[in-house]
């Protein structure tokens, strides 16, 4: 991988010859595990403007439809986050000389607290071409990272490292979108949708329902833009030409960081609703009937086949699907068919894939080999080598795994031999069920699809994939260390360093990782875990450590972040006492009564469960606490007996663990799921608005 310094530029032709679709990763890292920032990417004409509103991708505008941008999402890595865009430049529209890459943060953040900000661009087969470090970030609180522009028949990459003090409304207005100020969106949402719930102190509020913004408005004035270093090898990016005043109503707009709007598109999308219509059956023993039926399934065989063709042919005729689980393994957008069973010569006997991708992008051919397993079975090494030895000669570019087990960072699924002497590589990835069930619920949900017959081809993929018989359910198995772990500690007989620990450390991580799919695809955004710790270790340090305090204090402890919240809720699962606890911290708001924030509090929290245990937070002491059920009648209890001073609270509920003798991983995973779930549903739901998805004011 080549790396560049900032205002350097130089040609992906030059460095891969399959640099017509690729995939573009920013990533930075923070001590605390709490750092984050939102990309977005803007495509710009001749004049360095945007053609028009649809030519601006972020979080609530997600892909174009002809499959040149895409946002992947973001990856937790050791101490932040890793955020993917997938770019198919063969797509992109002949008007479109530049593809700006940004990220913005929110609430007061700047990217100089964060470290080791970086932007790389890989191929299609995931080799990556070019990096570029940012070493100099400050107050900024929004950053171009680097840019691809067109150079008559190739694409380059600049490294650009300019931000910006204004935020996302500064550097999108820089490039011809109007924003509206917060002040006249809050305004604009209370006038439609009415009064919405105050926050905890009082002086924020949040939309309760999106409305079309008007063009013109707030329009933030253009900070200049930067000037390319005479260090960089020449070739300056084209001058943007002065724009022309346009008239209001052509401009294009975008909500100041709305976390709960969208840009407006001429195409309606189609989503389906979450309670469904009232039911025609005469009673409840009457089942609809469903395009894959399920409970005729009777071996793991029977399970694995099905569950293939089901989803391969959704994939071929949902695009949006199809392009959302391909993108990021390198799949170009195109005419995607899918098989199954297909026999493919391999020594003295042909070998039988479990399914077989292709896209068509100009007259070339993305071929990748499907390998499935459902319930609780592994993936097999030697099977898995097999079809990357058939990949490599056949000239195919992909070999794709999908099984319930969640995939780890630093982790391989299986372990399999690559022939450095081969020129042609084949790239192994993996997908879980749970993030297939994940992106149908997105989809379906909140994003929609093109067509209502397309949203019932999903709702009929995401039936199937949740019935108990279908074998898909996601990770369900603890693993062989699980069961000895939890009696060595109930017994007092684990001991430090114990390899076993280590092992159920990352089947806890794997647990969490789904958690977060499950909860993302209901609420609509991104749930990610939170990863502490000390910096410049890696996974396997983290683990090991989370490992040996395994061993002392018999807990697995976890942290959790929903996108669009500033709340980190935490799980820790008490192995000694068979007790999962979920929290989250409130700050006190600076300036307010005592007793009136609490009682506002109260007020918050009127609907949820009266077990929650409410825990007042005073610096170097233990503060007053109490369950809800006898803080309500007496606020005053709340309030430390010496006028201390407090910053917070503390809100938790426990439960008990799933034990299960039998089937102990599935009763423990379910048990931690369940519990994430109503603590989100039942407490952070209900701390308003604010919590569970930020205003206007949320970014910047």
Same mark, same amino acid.
């Given at each position: ?11 992906? &032709? ?34 360095? *403007? ?36 997938? @770019? ?66 190739? $694409? *380059? ?10 935020? @996302? ?14 002040? =006249? ?12 719930? *105050?926050?905890?102190?009082?002086? =924020? ?68 609703? *979450? ?10 023993? $009457? ?50 068919? &899918? ?93 879980? $069920? ?14 929609? /699809? ?5 949203? $019932? @081809? ?28 939890? #009696? ?26 789904? /958690? ?9 955004? #991104? ?127 426990? #439960? ?45």
């Amino acid at each position: 991988m080549q790396e560049i310094q900032k205002g350097a530029n130089v040609s992906l &032709t030059a460095l891969s010859e399959d640099a017509g679709s690729v995939v573009v990763s920013l990533s930075w890292t923070s001590a605390s595990g709490a750092g984050d920032a939102d990309v977005s990417v803007l495509l710009l004409d001749g004049n360095g *403007k945007v053609r028009g509103e649809n030519d601006f991708y972020f979080y609530n505008h997600p892909a174009a439809a002809d499959g040149s941008v895409q946002l992947l999402g973001k990856t937790p890595t050791e101490n932040g986050d890793e955020d993917r865009i997938g @770019l198919d430049l063969t797509a992109v529209p002949p008007g479109v000389e530049r593809i700006v890459v940004a990220a913005s943060q929110y609430g007061g953040a700047c990217f100089g607290d964060l470290d080791d900000l970086r932007m790389t661009v890989a191929d299609r087969s995931g080799e990556p071409l070019v990096g570029f470090s940012i070493e100099d970030a400050g107050v900024e609180s929004a950053f171009i990272f680097g840019e691809l522009y067109r150079r008559g028949e190739e $694409w *380059k990459f600049r490294a650009v490292g300019q931000g910006y003090e204004t935020g @996302l409304a500064g550097l999108a207005t820089d490039f011809g979108i109007a924003v509206l100020e917060e002040a =006249e969106e809050a305004e604009e949402v209370q006038e439609a949708a009415g009064e919405v719930p *105050k926050a905890l102190g009082g002086g =924020e509020s949040a939309p309760a329902a999106a409305t079309e913004p008007q063009a013109g408005t707030g329009a933030v004035a253009p900070p200049e833009r930067p000037a390319e270093p005479e260090a960089a090898p020449a070739e300056p990016a084209a001058p943007a030409a002065p724009a022309a005043p346009a008239a209001p109503a052509a401009e294009p707009v975008v909500p100041a960081q709305s976390r709960g709007r969208g840009p407006r598109t001429t195409r309606k999308k189609v989503t389906l609703p *979450k309670v469904p219509g009232k039911s025609l059956a005469e009673n409840d023993s $009457w089942r609809s009937a469903r395009l894959f039926p399920v409970p005729s399934l009777k071996s793991d065989k029977e399970r694995e086949v099905r569950a293939t063709s089901v989803l391969l042919s959704v994939m071929a005729q949902v695009p949006e699907l199809g392009r959302r689980l391909t993108a990021g393994f390198g799949a170009p957008a195109g005419r995607m068919q &899918t098989f199954t069973e297909v026999s493919l010569p391999h020594g003295e006997s042909p070998r039988r894939p479990d399914g077989v991708i292709r896209v068509e992008r100009a007259g070339k051919l993305w071929t990748a080999l499907v390998e499935t397993k459902t319930n609780g079975n592994p993936l097999r090494a030697e099977q898995v080598q097999e079809y990357m030895d058939i990949a490599a000669r056949r000239g195919y570019e992909a070999v794709i795994t999908l099984s319930n087990d969640v995939a780890l960072e630093g982790v391989p699924m299986v372990e399999v031999k690559i022939d450095g002497r081969r020129k042609h590589k084949v790239t192994l990835w993996h997908l879980s $069920w749970a993030e297939v069930a994940h992106q149908a619920q997105l989809l379906i949900r909140h994003e929609g /699809v093109g067509n209502a017959a397309h949203a $019932w @081809l999903l709702q009929e993929l995401l039936e199937y994939l949740q019935h108990e018989n279908s074998g898909c359910h996601g990770f369900q198995n603890m693993g062989p260390a699980w069961v000895p772990v939890r #009696k060595g500690i109930e017994d007092e007989t684990l001991g430090g360093g114990d390899p076993r620990a280590v092992e159920v450390v990352e089947s806890w991580e794997r647990l969490i990782r789904q /958690v977060c799919l499950r909860l993302g695809g209901e609420l609509g955004q #991104k749930a990610l875990p939170v990863q502490r710790a000390r910096r410049g270790s890696g996974p396997r340090e983290r683990r090991a450590a989370a490992g040996e305090a395994l061993c002392a204090d018999g807990r697995l402890v976890a942290e959790l972040r929903i996108d669009g919240t500033s709340r980190v809720i935490g799980v820790t699962a008490d192995l000694r006492t068979a007790k999962l606890r979920t929290s989250v911290e409130i700050p006190a708001p600076a300036g307010s009564y005592p007793l009136s924030t609490v009682k506002r509090l109260l007020r918050l929290l009127a609907e949820a469960p009266a077990d929650l245990h409410v825990e007042t937070l005073v610096d170097g002491a233990n503060g007053p606490r109490g369950t809800l059920e006898r803080l309500r009648p007496e606020p005053a209890d709340l309030l430390p007996r010496d006028g201390a001073q407090f910053t917070g609270f503390r809100l938790t509920l426990v #439960k008990g663990m799933g034990n299960t003798r039998g089937n102990a991983e599935s009763g423990f995973i379910r048990s931690v799921d369940d519990a994430v779930e109503r603590f989100y549903h039942g407490v952070v739901a209900h701390l308003g608005a604010v919590e569970g998805q930020r205003p206007g004011g949320r970014r910047g």
